[in-house]
């Protein structure tokens, strides 16, 4: 019986242990903690959306005269039962252009939609009148992956989102979300550039990854917490194995006797 009130002690030793090491520190979850009562931030950090290979783009033009604008809006097939045509979209191609009706091939890699309002004003002036042009980047999603409640890819509603709004659409960081070193992976010109970003830090609001880019990936690491409390799990597995291959040899031992 000393045997089995030794690893019942030892079992409830292992447990403790788990639950001090597993402990976290408030400045391990909290954002933006150097922020002061009633501080005002200037957000100064100017974001523009700007078109990238591969990028998919609805431009739609119109104007009073709906015959003269109709050259320069392409449809697929014709309408049938009553419902309207789809429009065709644009992608920029690996040389950033696009092929637009009429005007020929635009380079748009680079611009903000707009610049491109602009630039394709300027070359429709010449076929029409006071043109309102509609542009819409189409493939706007950002990933947000680890430890998030809900992980995965977000379509992006607007012309730019903040990397705050992103993690709230992901449901936020779990407790064993790593706050102060959040990595962000981002297409630059066919390259992948690696960022990181402190969110326990008002300074975030300055970084260059603050407002994502289509296509940004979001990654948050485990914290120390995280990463101590699952090899502690791993290693409570094992030594509860043992515990109880030890418990019942021993009953089975004294049983005998």
């Known amino acids: 019986m000393h ?5 019942r002690n030892f079992g409830l030793l292992l447990v403790v242990s788990m ?5 976290g520190s408030k400045k391990d979850v909290v954002y933006f903690q150097d922020a002061k009562k009633f501080e005002t931030l200037v957000d100064d950090n100017i974001s523009l959306t700007k078109f990238k290979v591969d990028d998919v783009i609805s431009i ?3 104007t009073l005269d709906s015959e003269a ?3 320069f809006n392409l449809f697929r097939g014709l309408p049938q039962g009553g419902f309207a045509q ?3 979209d644009y992608i920029v191609d690996k040389k950033g252009e696009i092929d637009f009706p009429v005007v020929g091939k635009l380079k748009i890699e680079g611009l903000s939609p707009e610049k491109l309002r602009l630039l394709l004003r300027d070359k429709l002036n010449e076929y029409l009148k006071n043109p309102i042009i509609n542009i819409r980047l189409k493939n706007f999603t950002v990933t947000v992956l680890g430890e998030v409640n809900r992980p995965g890819t977000y379509q992006v509603n607007g012309e730019q989102i903040t990397i705050l709004e992103a993690i709230g659409l992901a449901g936020d960081l779990t407790i064993k979300g790593m706050r102060d070193n959040i990595l962000v992976i981002r297409d630059f010109n066919g390259a992948k550039v690696y960022e990181r970003i402190d969110l326990t830090s008002k300074d975030a609001m300055k970084s260059q990854v603050y407002y994502l880019t289509q296509n940004d990936v ?3 690491e485990p ?6 409390s699952s090899t502690l799990d ?3 597995s094992i030594a509860i194995s043992i515990i109880s291959l030890l418990v019942t040899s021993t009953v089975v031992i004294l049983t005998r006797n």
Request: proline letters at 3%.
């Open 86 to 88: 789809e429009q065709v």
């Open 69 to 71: 604008s109709a050259p």
């Open 19 to 23: 639950l001090f090491f597993s402990c």
């Open 3 to 7: 045997l089995l009130r030794l690893f």
């Open 223 to 228: 914290n120390q917490s995280a990463v101590t």
């Open 218 to 220: 979001v990654y948050i």
């Open 234 to 236: 791993n290693r409570a």
């Open 60 to 62: 739609h033009v119109s």
